[in-house]
């Protein structure tokens, strides 16, 4: 892990949601090291260690509001949400994308960032102050091929944050995403060798990402010293996109 800010989050409760493996997993690892308490939402139950271990479906809001309450009843009010649920979907042509597949993308990787969203926003405007991290994709700037319901997805993800970041600008609550190019994590697995390599290609840094180099973007947007920038896009692609 990389050099980290000794109790920048004390005293902060945060949720990540896909905290049981990859970006998820490496920004809950991160905040913990930096003094938060955090709860970990993921359809497998899991969590890193010291994080309290929530189960469920980021696609079912009945789901989202249930672990939003426990993470409150547990740790506290929450002060920061890290949206990292995500799935790629299938490698398929746009005319092979079936009606399940388009509806199960969507579900999770927009519909989830919707619902946690909406889940944490009253408490924190009430309370004035929170910072919500989405985690969008360079595919939703510039769209992949083989990828349209999850570039599609990734897209939605960036224009909810850019519309939520504008309805609570003077509350006290920021809002922004992150846009990252190819990172080295479990998600890949469910990509063709023709497709990752693909992506590689196309990053002029010429590697992948790592989880901790995201995690360590997602945090500083979760702190304190995030004041100015709500509504906003931030880049993590090794170049590959420059705005």
Known sequence: ???????????????????????????????????????????????????????????????????VARAAAELGPIDILVCSAGITGASLSTVDVTDEEWKRVMAIDADGVFFCNRAVLPGMTERG???????ASI??????????????AKAAVIALTKSIGKD??????????????????????GLSEEHVDWMIERVPMGRMGTADEVASLACWLASEECSFSTGATYDISGGRAVY
Do not use: H
């Not at 102050?129 to 985690?135: M, P």
């Not at 609570?168 to 697995?189: H, K, Q, Y």
């Open 168 to 189: 609570v600008a003077r509350t006290g609550v920021i809002v922004n995403c992150i846009a990252p190019a190819v990172i080295e994590t479990p998600i890949l697995a």
């Open 139 to 152: 595919a939703g700037k510039e769209g992949n091929p083989m990828a349209a319901a999850y570039s599609a």
């Open 1 to 67: 892990m990389a050099r980290t800010n000794d109790d920048r989050f004390a005293g902060r409760v945060a949720l990540v949601t896909g905290g049981s493996s990859g970006i998820g997993a490496a920004t809950a690892r991160r905040l913990m090291a930096e003094g938060a308490t955090v709860a970990s939402l993921d359809v497998d139950g899991g969590a890193p260690e010291g994080a309290l271990a929530l189960a469920g479906d980021v696609s079912l809001s009945a789901d989202v509001d249930a672990a």
């Open 129 to 135: 102050y929170g910072r919500i991290v989405n985690v």
